[in-house]
């Protein structure tokens, strides 16, 4: 049976209501700018506040950095539709935006490993950690991060091109690699098999490590006398505040049942991780952390 590629895609969003959309541009205007705010201003105090210059406080910079590049991927061109008649999108673009928002969620989800990581050594290996997270690993597990996301996630997609055929509507307000997936010629789901394969090692897998992570740090700090474990598991609790909407949102949606073509529950699911997991973050590092909160109040 013949079937007709696309080659440009309408994006369904939320409502054909205009005063729906209207709101929700407003909304999700004001929430987009603060996130650029709150996500700049925690990349500037960390850089210049020397008492900031640890390992701990590097890697919450990145993921200021990673949360703008996670937000800046959709919104814009989000809130572009929201006022618009016409919401499309050519092929190349949303490949484009699919290919870009995989390898920044799967960079998001090991650098809160590394962050994990780094904890895990503070607590339970405080006389070695200056050696074992010294600047030029920081540096390196960095780096690596990126590479071993751009393997894992574009690679596979490069030598497993997607042919996208009518009807050209995407049930989403972005394109979401699910959601683009429903239009695909090939019907046998072979390349959904394969992103639940890459969403599993980039997620189930750094969440294991993760859990590990924190059973070792929960084992140390009971060691510990009473005073000190307070301000051992007060390290943590923004950590963990982070890894718990970032994963189960993840988890929801990419290791969840199989979604149906008409259900909405996915775009509803992005609209946390894309929205609103971004504006939160800074935020809640910023309220659990007294030298922030000071170097904030200068500024």
Known sequence: KNKTLAYEFILLGFSKDVDI??????????????????NGLIIHVVITNPRLHTPMYYFISKLSFIDLCNSSSAVPKMLVDLLSTEKTIS??????????????????????????????????????????MRWSICHRLTALIWIFSFVAIMLPLLLMPVALCYPNQINHFMCESLAVLNLSCDRNYTKERVIFSL?????????????????????????????????????????VTVVAMYF?????????????????????VSIFYIIIAPFLNPLIYSVNNGEVKKTIKRL
């Open 21 to 38: 959309n209207l709101f929700l541009f407003v909304l999700f205007f004001l929430i987009y700018v603060m996130t650029i705010i709150v």
């Open 91 to 132: 092929l190349m673009a949303c490949l484009f935006q699919v290919n870009v928002l995989l390898l920044i969620g799967s960079t998001e989800c090991l650098l809160l490993v590394l962050m994990a990581y780094d904890r895990c050594l503070a607590i339970c290996l405080p006389l070695h950690y200056p050696v074992l």
């Open 248 to 268: 189960g949102t993840g988890m929801a949606t990419y290791l969840g049942p199989p979604q149906e073509k008409s259900s909405s529950r996915g775009k509803y």
């Open 199 to 239: 969403s599993f090692v980039t997620i189930l897998f750094p969440f294991a490590f993760i859990i590990i992570s924190y059973i070792c740090i929960i084992i140390s700090v009971l060691k510990i006398k009473a005073a000190g474990r307070a301000k051992a598991f007060s390290t943590c609790t923004s950590h």
